[in-house]
């Protein structure tokens, strides 16, 4: 139940901090290319699944 308080509290840390860099020009942008960032790599997860799960079907 510790573990679960600072996990937490660590995320609302960070979402705090995240809200502050994002009212900067800079912080705005790197957040935008994170953000950018992880949308290409969530999509790719995503097509390597939809592939693999075709590949998967053709065989049955």
Known sequence: M???FFVAIGIV?????ARQVARTA????L???VDA????FT????????????EL???V
Request: charged share 30%.
């Open 37 to 40: 960032r992880t949308k290409a």
């Open 26 to 29: 800079p912080g705005a942008r």
């Open 43 to 54: 999509g790719a997860v995503a097509d390597g699944y939809r592939s693999r799960e075709a």
């Open 2 to 4: 510790k573990q679960l």
């Open 13 to 17: 840390i960070g979402l705090a901090a």
């Open 31 to 33: 957040l935008a290319e």
């Open 57 to 59: 079907r053709t065989d």
